[in-house]
C-alpha cells in the first residue's frame, strides 16, 4: 500500500476559501490599512520636505529683495545722484535768473 501525503498548500487554500472568509477578509483589510499609512506617510513626508524648500527658497528671496532695497537706496541718495549729474554728465545747477517757475492753477 502506499501512502500519499495530502498537497498542504490546497487543504490550506480550501480551508480559507469554506471556513476562513472572516479572518482572511480581515487580513486583507489589515494589509490594505497598513499599505494606506505607508503611503500617507510617504506624501506626508514628501509634503513636508517640498514646504521646507520652499520656505528656504521663500526666505533666500526675502534676502536677495532686503539687498535690492539697500541698493536701491544707496543709488538713489540725493548726493550721489548729484555727485554724477556733475561729474559724469557735466551738469550744473541753473543760474536763479535763468530759472522759469511755472504756476499752475
Known sequence: MKKTTPNLAKLIGLDLITVGRIPLAMLLLIFASAMAVVF???HTRAAISEKDQALK?????DD??????LEETAL????RVQ???KQ?????RPDSDKEVVIDLP
Do not use: G, I
Not at 536677495?64 to 532695497?69: D, I, Y
Not at 538713489?76 to 548726493?79: F, G, L, Q, R
Open 40 to 42: 500617507t506617510t510617504h
Open 76 to 79: 538713489a541718495e540725493h548726493s
Open 57 to 61: 527658497e521663500r526666505e533666500r528671496l
Open 64 to 69: 536677495e529683495w532686503r539687498n535690492l532695497l
Open 83 to 85: 555727485a554724477v549729474a
Open 88 to 92: 559724469d554728465l557735466d551738469m550744473k
